[in-house]
Each structure stands twice: as C-alpha cells, then as structure tokens.
C-alpha cells in the first residue's frame, strides 16, 4: 500500500475503522480493524480496488509449533540431535561439538518468537526488538522462544545442553505472546525489520518456528529479507498436512524444515521412544507424524531431529514446560525444534565462509550440501525421506551439518 496516496489516511477515517498497525518499510500498509458491517466480501473487494491499495490480506494468527512436552525426562548432556545431524560427533567417549564462537566470529541470528529470556545461563542474547505491547525482547513469558535459542546457541560450558552453534549471537525478535500466538501483521513487521536491520547488526539468519494461515505478504516481506543475502529458515508446520497449506511453510524463499523422530543420535531406528509420562511414541527413525510435508521432492523441504528435544526454557516457565531435575531446561517436540538445528547450519555456512557472498542466501548452498550428504550416504536417513519415501507425504533429507 502507498501510504503517502492521497486517500490512504482516509481509510482510518471511515466510521467504525480502527487503525492498528502501521507497517513501514519494505512491506508497507495498514492493519485496520473493520467493522462488522464492512466485514464483506464485497467491502474487501473494494478496498482492493482503491488505487493506492496494492493487495488485501485477512489478518491470521500465527501461533508457536509445539507438539509435544513430555514430563521431567532424564537430562542428558548428549545433544542426540546435534549427533545425528553431524554438528557433534563422539570420539571414544569424547563429545567433540563445535567451538564455541563469540559475537566477533560468527554472525548473527534472530529468532522471530515468543521473546528470548535474557537471564538463562546457557544463552548469550546479543539483542532483539519486541514487536508486542510487553515491551521486553529479553522476556520470554511461553518459553518456545528461549527453547528454540538453546538449539541454536546453547553455550559449551559444562552445563545443561549444548547449541549447533554455542555462544552464537541471538537476536530476539519477539511478536508472539506469552500464550505463544501472535499475527500475519506481526510477522510481517519483524521481516521487515530484518529487511532494514539485518545486516548491519550482522544477522544473516532468521528462524521462524511459528505457523498460521497462508499469506501472501508475508512471503513478500520475507524474498526483501533473503535480497538482503539473509538465509530464512522455517518450520513446516505441525498440522499433518500440506506445508503449501499455511506460512510462513509455503513461501519459496525460505528453507522448510520438516520434523523427524531420532532418540540415539544414530540411523538405524534401533532406539526405543523414551518412557517418561507424556513422552512421544514416534518410532526412532521415522518422519514425526505431527510433520507437515511436501507434496512432492522439493528442493527448499529438509528434515532435522524435532520429537523430545531437550533444551532451554525460562526458570519461570518449569511448571507447565515440566523441568528436569538439571535445572530450567525441557524436553519439546514440534517442526519448531527442527528448525532450529538448520538455522544452526546456515550459520555455521557462513561462519566457514562457504555461504559469505554478500547478497547471496545460505538457503541453496545448504540444500545441495544435504542432498550430496544424503546421496552419498542413503542408509543414514529416516523411514520418510526420499531414498525411503511414503506415498504422497515428503520430508526431505535429513540435514547433515558439512560446514
Ligand atoms: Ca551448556
Ligand atoms: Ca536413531
């Protein structure tokens, strides 16, 4: 929308209309609450045809991609995703993760979620921006947000769990509440946001672990992201469905990532489901059942470890999330754990300097390196991927960390 045409700011002036949000930057336009009365088809259709207004969009709720929090596992600091997904390997008994990196070597990534609680010790926050009326990027009243930071950066310290990345720079980019819902419009501020910011803040990764209805604008919002050579990666969503049935999932700039069962950080599906109270029953080794999918091969949909993931969670928030005994960490499971372990890859591509052209997008560097990995080696993958496909649901390869 062209917010500076003659008639746009008569549009708020219209009785009953209430301007709720202004969106400037490279989506520009307005979030209007309508009255009943022009809550029609035919109002919409003519707010469309207004010749200032490019497109109109039914504003959706974007909520948080858990499917799963199973009681007080047993804490281990064996990150079994991170095993899997070649970010950690053992040595005899060694575990040998990535070096921990520091704000001056790695670059940035932002988390755009529930908020990052800036008081963990596992977490390092580098900065953020809240999008909701809390005020606070460094709070995280849910708790999805901080679980989804300690996958990507939990620190290398001896305690509690450790991040593909440890000690990467994390930017809370916070529009869901403490409910874990939130808005298209939401969204589609903090992308723009990015689009603005990113860069000089160093970001060149942002991770939406969120889902809600399709649109179309938020998918514009994000291709002004990846022009900026900004890696987007984002859940495929926990509705068992199509990932081309919400978004963020169904927008062709971003790097999808479906959600698979692995409890031993092995291939094989030898592993038994844990059996603490609530625990997921997905057999090891096999696409998590929850997992949106592709219709077809698709070469922007890869799989990563997301059933019964342990991670960080704010101390305030142990209750509902049920903490192990190791302190504020829990076990969650959702396309919202997966995504995080990819988001961990993009980083370390462009930490390697195999991803660093300045205006150039992990997002195909890191398909093609999975796919090799994946082809290279078929038996490592999981009942549901490509070289063991079911019919008509497509996972993707797993992602195998090469960088
Ligand atoms: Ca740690
Ligand atoms: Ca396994």
């Known amino acids: 929308m062209d917010l500076s045409a003659a008639g746009a700011p008569v549009l708020a002036q219209v009785q009953g209309v209430m301007e709720v949000k202004r969106l400037r930057g ?14 029609t088809p035919d109002a919409v259709a ?3 045809s207004l010749s200032f207004v490019e497109d109109v969009e039914r504003e959706g709720i974007v909520t948080v991609q858990i499917a799963n929090v199973a009681a007080a596992g047993v804490p281990t600091t064996a990150p079994i995703g991170l095993l899997r997904t070649g970010l950690a390997r053992l040595e005899g008994n060694d575990l040998k993760v990535q070096p921990t990196v520091t704000n001056a070597t790695s670059v940035s990534i932002a988390i755009v979620d529930t908020g990052v609680d800036s008081k963990h010790p596992d977490i390092l ?17 849910n708790g999805h947000g901080t679980h989804v930071a300690g996958i990507i950066g939990a620190l290398n310290n001896g305690a509690g769990v450790v991040g593909a990345v440890p000690g990467a ?22 992308l723009n ?20 209805p399709r649109s179309k604008m938020i998918c514009d919002a994000m291709r002004e992201v990846v022009a900026q050579g900004i890696t987007v990666i984002a859940a495929a969503g926990n509705n068992g469905m199509e990932i081309s ?12 990532v479906t959600a698979m069962a692995d409890y031993d950080g092995k291939p094989g599906g030898k592993a038994q489901p844990p059996k603490s109270p609530g625990a997921p029953t997905t057999p090891d080794d096999t696409a998590a059942s929850f997992s949106n999918y592709a219709m077809s091969r698709n070469a922007h949909v890869v799989a990563a470890p997301g059933v019964h993931v342990l991670s960080t969670v704010p101390a305030a928030r142990c209750g509902p999330l049920k903490c192990t005994q190791a302190g504020p960490y829990a076990y969650l499971s959702g396309t919202s754990m997966a995504a995080p372990l990819v988001s961990g890859m ?7 300097g195999a991803c660093a052209a300045k205006r ?3 997002a195909g560097a890191l398909y093609t390196s999975i796919y090799n990995a994946a082809r290279a080696d078929r038996g490592a993958g999981f009942v549901g991927d490509p070289s063991t496909p079911l019919a008509r649901k497509f996972y993707g390869y797993l992602a195998t960390n090469t960088f």
Do not use: E, H
């Open 169 to 190: 720079p994390i930017w809370s980019l916070k529009v869901l509440s403490a409910s874990g819902q939130g808005t298209t419009t939401g969204v589609i501020d903090a």
């Open 346 to 352: 993009a980083a370390l591509c462009y930490n390697s």
């Open 245 to 256: 049935s919400g978004s963020p999932s169904d927008c062709s700039s971003a790097l999808v």
């Open 26 to 39: 490279a989506v520009r336009g307005l979030a209007l609450q309508l009255p009943t009365s022009l809550n």
């Open 193 to 212: 946001w990015v689009a603005d910011n990113g860069r000089a803040r160093n970001i060149r990764v942002v991770n939406l672990s969120l889902s809600g």
């Open 360 to 362: 150039s997008s992990s």
């Open 125 to 141: 926050l580098a900065g953020g921006k809240d999008f909701t009326p809390d005020n606070d990027y460094g709070l995280d009243g």
């Open 46 to 48: 003519g707010l469309r």
